[in-house]
């Protein structure tokens, strides 16, 4: 399991190619990932620049809830020492995928970051929601093989009038799931405790639930208060609940 919550992202100052009317780059820095950054119409070639401030290690990028299509192309991630991108220090090719796409990557350390990409047309706008540029905790042991509960929670409203026509107030479809570890070594408890000290229960963040089989990327809120429990000598169970956020 992968968990992506300490967001460099956030705290950067943004530089955009174009940015739609009321629709600014600095949306993306919002925890709701409606608030989308919008480009303009007037180049392919769209972008967003990052600066730390300083040089800052990074091993993951996240983009989401954006509306990129399939004809949209070279799509990456770079960083460089300076705002300098005829040759980036490192380059990361991202592969599009619907709703959320992302990578992971040996440490990087630079100051400067970029997100970059090329519409299918000049004259046609891009939205992006959220997204995600930092590190991620990933625990030695992985979710239990039986432990990885999910549902599909359809929030609509279905009633039947007086003359038993059916009738729904259609409304968002989220998942839900549980991850379960049976033995988790100490460190590993730890650092789950300090993650749940750190997001809570209301501050949204990105999990991949197993990296090689449920690889998808989930915007999430974890739902209760993370327990543990005591499995021999120094072993951990515990169990976090989450609830997909829908955009």
């Known amino acids: 399991m992968r968990i ?13 190619s174009s940015q739609a009317t009321l629709l600014p780059v600095e949306n993306t820095q919002d925890s709701r990932a409606r608030k989308v950054w919008r480009t303009g119409t007037s180049s392919a070639t769209e972008y967003i620049v990052g600066d730390f401030g300083a040089a800052k290690a990074v091993t993951s990028v996240i983009i989401h809830a954006h509306n990129l299509v399939s004809g949209d ?3 990456k991630f770079q960083m460089n020492a300076t705002d300098s991108w ?3 220090s490192f380059e990361q090719v991202l592969t599009r995928a619907d709703k959320t796409f992302g990578a992971v990557f040996a440490s990087q350390s630079y100051q400067y970051f970029r997100i970059v990409f090329t519409k299918a047309s000049a004259g046609v ?19 239990d093989f039986s432990g990885f509960d999910l549902q599909t929670i359809d929030t609509s409203d279905v009633e039947m009038s007086i ?29 789950i405790t300090t993650y749940y000290r750190t997001v809570g229960k209301y501050s949204p963040h990105f999990v991949q639930v197993e990296t090689t089989g449920y690889s998808n990327y989930y915007y ?3 739902t209760k208060a ?19 956020q829908v955009v």
């Open 4 to 16: 992506f919550y300490t967001n460099l992202y956030d705290s950067a100052t943004l530089t955009e």
């Open 73 to 75: 192309t070279d799509i």
């Open 86 to 88: 005829t040759t980036p």
């Open 125 to 143: 706008t891009r939205d992006i929601g959220r997204i995600f540029v930092g590190t991620y905790l990933e625990p030695s042991r992985q979710v």
């Open 163 to 191: 003359g038993e026509d059916e009738y729904a107030d259609i409304k968002n479809v989220h998942a839900e799931f549980t991850c379960e570890f049976s033995q988790l070594p100490e460190t590993d408890m730890a650092n």
């Open 220 to 222: 999430v809120r974890i």
């Open 226 to 244: 993370v327990k543990q429990q005591a499995v021999g000598v120094a072993f951990w169970k515990t169990a976090v609940d989450y609830k997909e």
